[in-house]
């Protein structure tokens, strides 16, 4: 009920930028946290940033300084801007975003939800 659609990914070399993006779209009421998360191959899917609805952040240590995670809630996206890029950091990175479906009832609780991108591939190296 909830399709994020990610985007942004691809190839840079160690140093380099990438921004991604994340929008979300369906029957929404209410959009809490968002977030991104990585996974490289043969390990963990990690955290990477959240942002909650009213702008608090919290970052993983390993990307404090370099990534800002950023929202734009009249469109229900989340963005994700990567600087200084090192090749220990290429994944799959996945958006992730938790809030309440639209019922189309004012008189029904709103149930809720907790959605996860396709993943977009980040690759750094030279």
């Known amino acids: 009920q909830v399709q994020l659609v990610e985007s942004g990914g691809g190839l840079v070399q160690p140093g380099g930028s990438l921004r991604l993006s994340c929008a979300a779209s369906?029957?929404?009421?209410?959009?809490?946290?968002m977030g991104w998360y990585r996974q490289a191959p043969g390990k963990q899917r990690e955290l990477v940033t959240i942002?909650?609805?009213?702008?608090?952040?919290n970052y993983a240590d390993s990307v404090k300084g370099r990534f800002t995670i950023s929202r734009d809630n009249a469109k229900n996206t989340v963005y994700l801007q990567m600087n200084s890029l090192k090749p220990e950091e290429t994944a799959v990175y996945y958006c992730?975003?938790?809030?309440?479906?639209?019922?189309?009832?004012?008189?029904?609780?709103?149930?809720?939800?907790?959605?996860w991108g396709q993943g977009t591939q980040v690759t750094v190296s030279s």
């Open positions: 369906g029957s929404i009421f209410s959009i809490n946290v």
């Open positions: 992730n975003v938790r809030g309440k479906l639209d019922t189309g009832s004012p008189w029904t609780r709103k149930p809720d939800f907790d959605s």
């Open positions: 942002i909650s609805s009213g702008g608090s952040t």
